[in-house]
C-alpha cells in the first residue's frame, strides 16, 4: 500500500518570510517517483516537480527547493521569500511501478501569503 | 497550445439524475486520468486510460461511476443515479504516455453538486 502524509493542513505566513511544506510518504518499493502540484484558487494543477527514487540530491529551482531524504521518507518542499501569487494548495505525490502508475496525492497543504 | 479542457466547469444535478462530465485531453496524449476531490479530501484516482481502453478501474467508486474514451481522444465519465456523496470536483489530466517520463497536465476540473 502506499500512502502520502502532509501534516500541515494549513500554512499562514507573511510577505517575504520563507516556509517549508512537508511530506512524508510510504512505499514499499524500490523505485518510485515523488511529485510536487501546485493548484491555484484556479483550480488547475500546476506540475512543479518530479523526482525519482535513486536521485537524492537537492534541487533549487529559483526561490523553489526541495529536501528528498530517503532515511526518512520525506520530501520537503520550500519556498523562499515567499510572495502573495505563492498563495494555492500544494500537493505532494506518489508514484510506483508496482501501483501502476497511479499516482497517490497527500491531502494537501493551504498556503496564504499576506501581503 | 491548449491545455486539458473540462466541461462544464459547474454542474448542479437533483438526487438520482444521472450526469456526464467531459474531458478534452492536450492534443497527441495518449494517457488520459479521471480524478476525484471530494471537499476536505485529498485527490483520489478513478480510472486511467490508455489510447481507448481502461486497463486499470480499480478506482471507480461504484458501478454507477462509468467513462469511456473514443477516438483516443475525448473522454466521458458518466455518473448515474447521482447521490449526495457524489458532489466533488472531478479532475481530468492527460499525459503524453503513460510512464514516469510524462507528467499528468490537468484541466480545472468539473463541481459537481448533488442535491
Known amino acids: 500500500a502506499q500512502k502520502v502524509t502532509q501534516a500541515q493542513t494549513e500554512i499562514s505566513v507573511v510577505e517575504k518570510e520563507d516556509v517549508t511544506l512537508d511530506c512524508v510518504y510510504e512505499t514499499r518499493d524500490t523505485t518510485y517517483y515523488l511529485f510536487w502540484y501546485k493548484q491555484p484558487p484556479s483550480g488547475e494543477l500546476v506540475f512543479l516537480i518530479r523526482?525519482?527514487?535513486?536521485?537524492?540530491q537537492n534541487e533549487i529551482s529559483g526561490r523553489y527547493s526541495w529536501n528528498f531524504q530517503k532515511s526518512t521518507s520525506s520530501f520537503n518542499f520550500t519556498i523562499t521569500a515567499s510572495q502573495v501569487v505563492d498563495s494555492a494548495v500544494y500537493f505532494c505525490?506518489?508514484?510506483?511501478?508496482?501501483?501502476?502508475?497511479?499516482?497517490?496525492f497527500g491531502g494537501g497543504t493551504r498556503l496564504m501569503v499576506k501581503p | 497550445g491548449a491545455g486539458v479542457s473540462q466541461s462544464p466547469s459547474n454542474k448542479v444535478t437533483e438526487k438520482g439524475k444521472d450526469v456526464e462530465l467531459r474531458c478534452d485531453p492536450i492534443?497527441?496524449?495518449?494517457?488520459l486520468y479521471w480524478y476525484r476531490q471530494s471537499l476536505g479530501q485529498g485527490l483520489e484516482f478513478l480510472i486511467y486510460?490508455?489510447?481507448?481502453?481502461?486497463?486499470?478501474k480499480s478506482g471507480l467508486p461504484s458501478d454507477r461511476f462509468s467513462a469511456e474514451r473514443t477516438g483516443g481522444s475525448v473522454s466521458t465519465l458518466t455518473i448515474q443515479r447521482t447521490q449526495q456523496e457524489d458532489s466533488a470536483v472531478y479532475l481530468c489530466?492527460?499525459?503524453?504516455?503513460?510512464?514516469?517520463?510524462?507528467?499528468?497536465?490537468f484541466g480545472n476540473g468539473t463541481r459537481l453538486t448533488v442535491t
Open positions: 492534443s497527441g496524449h495518449t494517457a
Open positions: 486510460f490508455q489510447g481507448n481502453s481502461a486497463p486499470d
Open positions: 489530466a492527460s499525459s503524453f504516455v503513460r510512464g514516469y517520463n510524462s507528467p499528468l497536465h
Open positions: 523526482r525519482n527514487s535513486f536521485d537524492e
Open positions: 505525490a506518489l508514484e510506483s511501478n508496482n501501483a501502476g502508475n497511479m499516482l497517490t
